[in-house]
């Protein structure tokens, strides 16, 4: 009888404490924007190769994440694809201080099916609504997500949004934009270059003028209710030689 209580005092503290010790094996939760897929995915395998616990990534629209953590959801780090998102979070008092960053840049894309004969370079005036033919113009949400916000400034910059914009397929974030493109329900699309060279079933027709959009910048920082003990560990690993080598061969720039 002895043995079976002490049995059963056995199984109850292995339940107990089993939510801890699975947390405990947990590496630190990322919320990052859509467009780090790969590359983030990468380096946090790069990071658990060194015997830290592999990091917990969840990827989105910027816009969506920075209104999570805003409302209080639990993570560790947030990666913005652009600066005014992670602006709104620092605002709510959200960021440990000091660890905001901009870790990467990139570029913008005109994109079009790979099979597509489609012929166009982003330039002021160039005749993106004939193009588009009876099409859309797939782009992530122009009013909140950051790739479909740096494209409609291009778009503007260049005289051609007022003749697209109500075409304009608008999605949930810039993957998704690029998959309307890749299932060919859009002839065209707009998406970073980054996101452009992950895909197969896409080509890039031209790249847009950096002048002609604000700079595509990726700042990162921990988040300030974060109290996870690798949280600045993995943030000064994305910030390394060997994870900057991650990103430049995703096709990343380092400011």
Request: glycine share 8%; proline share 7%; net charge positive.
């Amino acid at each position: 009888m002895i043995r079976l209580l002490r049995k059963l005092c056995l199984v109850l503290a292995a339940l107990l404490f089993a939510p801890a010790a699975l947390a405990a094996d947990r590496g630190p939760v990322v919320l990052a924007a859509a467009s780090l897929q790969e590359s983030l995915t990468e380096a946090a395998g790069a990071w658990a190769a060194k015997g830290h616990p592999k990091p917990v990534l969840s990827f989105a629209a910027s816009s969506a994440l920075a209104r999570q953590v805003i409302a209080g959801a639990p993570a560790d780090l947030f990666l913005s694809a652009d600066e005014e998102w992670m602006d709104a979070v620092a605002k709510a008092g959200l960021l440990r201080r000091g660890t905001r960053t901009t870790l990467l840049g990139n570029r913008l894309v005109l994109i079009a099916p790979a099979a597509s004969a489609v012929r166009l370079t982003p330039a002021r005036g160039f005749p993106l609504a004939r193009a588009l033919g009876s099409g859309r113009l797939a782009l992530a949400d122009p009013d909140a997500v950051p790739a479909g916000k740096y494209a409609k400034a291009a778009l503007m910059h260049l005289g051609v949004w007022r003749g697209v914009a109500a075409r304009v397929a608008p999605a949930e974030n810039v993957r998704a934009a690029m998959a309307l493109v890749e299932r060919g329900a859009a002839p065209l699309g707009i998406v970073y270059a980054t996101d452009a060279k992950a895909s197969r079933a896409v080509r890039v027709v031209g790249t847009f003028p950096a002048a002609s959009h604000p700079p595509i910048r990726y700042p990162v920082a921990v988040l300030k209710a974060s109290r996870h003990k690798d949280a600045a560990g993995f943030r000064a690993f994305l910030l390394s030689k060997q994870a900057r080598a991650i990103f430049a061969r995703h096709g990343f720039s380092t400011p």
